[in-house]
């Protein structure tokens, strides 16, 4: 992990009271950012999501759901974060018999004066919340794992991709 000495936290004042940054003097760019996630369940808990039957109804179309709203309330959810005008928010999620569980992955898009990454580890983390609340009656045990920020473009910081380090083999989402 690489460690900037000159770099501050933004969020707070020179006294450390937190505010919000003003982003009213950056230029508007396009931004992007990929986050993923996964819900590591009981074999048996994944093959009933992927049979359609779960009690409580379609647990894929419900969860990508949910995390396009969370993405769209992010600013309504984390104090310090800009109410964003986002142009694209997609939520895959893709079964891992290897898991066993689904891994998530959300991509957030915007063209803006701040970037998306809050955004799309939101709807990540909605998504893996939602897919838990659909399936907690079969499998209280599921775990939620690995949510993390993959890659994100455009701004002031450029380009940032995660080290493969930092994802270990049994968290990659092909990309």
């Known amino acids: 992990m690489s460690h900037d000495p000159d ?20 230029p508007a760019t396009f931004r992007s950012a990929t986050a993923c996630g996964m819900v590591v369940m009981q074999p048996a808990t994944l093959a009933l999501c992927m049979s359609g039957q779960a009690k409580k ?23 310090l974060c800009h ?30 004066e701040t970037g998306v990454e809050m955004e799309a ?14 399936l907690k009656a079969v499998d209280r045990g599921m775990r939620i794992e690995g949510v993390q920020l993959l890659e994100k473009t455009g701004g002031k910081s450029g380009a940032f991709r995660a080290e493969a380090a930092s994802i270990s083999r049994e968290d990659k989402i092909s990309r």
């Open 121 to 134: 580890l939101t709807a990540v983390s909605l998504a893996c919340l939602t897919i838990y609340d659909m």
């Open 83 to 112: 109410a964003l005008n986002l142009s694209k928010i997609q939520v895959d999620i893709t079964p891992d018999e290897a898991l066993p569980g689904l891994r998530i992955a959300a991509t957030a898009k915007v063209l803006g």
């Open 7 to 26: 770099a501050r936290l933004t969020h707070l004042t020179a006294s450390g009271e937190a505010r919000m940054v003003d982003v009213s003097d950056k």
């Open 57 to 79: 109804g379609d647990v894929f179309a419900t969860a990508r759901i949910a995390g396009i709203m969370a993405a769209k309330r992010t600013h309504e959810l984390i104090p």
